[in-house]
């Protein structure tokens, strides 16, 4: 992910800082086996895997319905939230 453009244009890296090139050029986002792009998308799709988990086991649990839809809307919000933020952090600025 691309944290340096959340940064703005006031952070300054050296280029003697090798390993941090590749992500800082979008490099290693062309490689499909870098862990540059492999740990944030698993991390991301654990996240909306372990929601959605949750959100089928709801109508199981004990509670009252009011409860139940509490939750649900928080999971529902948390994977659309994080599905939304995986988007635009892959997307370069044109």
Known sequence: MQQVDLAGDDMVFPITNSWFLQVYNWNALNNENSQDIRFP??????????????IN????????????????????????????????????DM
């Open 57 to 92: 086991a709801t109508d199981a649990a004990i509670g009252t319905t009011a409860d139940k839809n509490i939750v649900k809307g928080r999971l529902y919000y948390t994977v659309h939230f994080v599905t939304f933020n995986w988007c635009n952090c892959m997307v370069k």
């Open 41 to 54: 998308f698993r991390t991301c799709y654990q996240i909306i895997r372990n929601a959605n988990t949750i």
